[in-house]
């Protein structure tokens, strides 16, 4: 199974700030890499696929970058409704993996 | 757009099986996609169970592969999963999904394992 390490575990920034999460697979994943936003109570959204390609409605504040097996997900302008969980996904090979999830709050 | 809901009973008995459907609305599931079930455990770990795809054929996490099944009804456009022999190891928040990145998810099904 492709690991998928996900940092950091918690991250508090103030509003206005830019901040970068990432994820490192345990092998190259050619880029089969994609974001999610969870909110409490709330199913996963889609943010990100193929490392970098915004999903249809997702604010262009959201931006993902790299390759082989280093990965980010950054957040320019940070809002209050960005407050979530994030989580990182392969899908180069099965099975799928996630990352283990980074709780965002606001300082 | 496609939706997707999740149904089934909240809590199992330890040693039973755990069974839930996937009702899809908006898409029919021989059109395209693969039919995803995925599990988010209490701290917040996330698993993808398995999937069924459009033509009918299967895909299991090989750490469940003696316990899972995946089927579908076409003429209710609905999928099921079914988990044998649970434990408590198998309470989560389980939800269906499609694709291999997931665009379209139902809004999760809690299932706790319990006497």
Not at chain 1, 21 to 47: F, H, M, T, V
Request: hydrophobic share 30%; with cysteine; proline share 5%.
């Amino acid at each position: 199974d492709i690991q998928m390490t996900q940092s950091p575990a918690s991250l508090s920034a103030s509003l206005g700030e830019t901040v970068t999460i990432e994820c490192r697979a345990s092998e190259d994943i050619y880029n089969g890499l994609a974001w999610y936003q969870q909110k409490p109570g709330k199913s996963p959204q889609l943010l990100i696929y193929n490392a970098n390609s915004l999903h249809t409605g997702v604010p262009s504040r959201f931006s993902g970058s790299g390759s082989g097996t280093q990965y980010s997900l950054k957040i320019n302008s940070l809002q209050s409704e960005d407050v979530a969980s994030y989580f990182c996904q392969q899908y180069y090979n099965y099975p799928l993996t996630f990352g283990s999830g980074t709780k965002l709050e606001i300082k | 757009e496609i939706q997707l809901q999740e149904s089934g009973p909240g809590l199992v008995k330890p040693s039973q099986s755990l069974s839930l459907t996937c009702s899809v609305t908006g898409y029919t599931i021989t059109s395209g996609y693969d039919w995803s079930w995925i599990r988010k455990f209490p701290g917040n770990k996330m698993e993808w169970m398995g999937y069924i795809s459009y033509s009918g054929s299967t895909n299991y996490n090989p750490s469940l592969k003696s316990r899972i099944s995946i089927t579908r009804d076409t003429s209710k456009n609905q999928f099921f999963l079914q988990l044998n022999s649970v434990t408590t190891e198998d309470t989560a928040t389980y939800y269906c999904a499609s694709g291999w990145y997931f665009d379209f998810w139902g809004p999760g099904t809690m299932v706790t394992v319990s006497s």
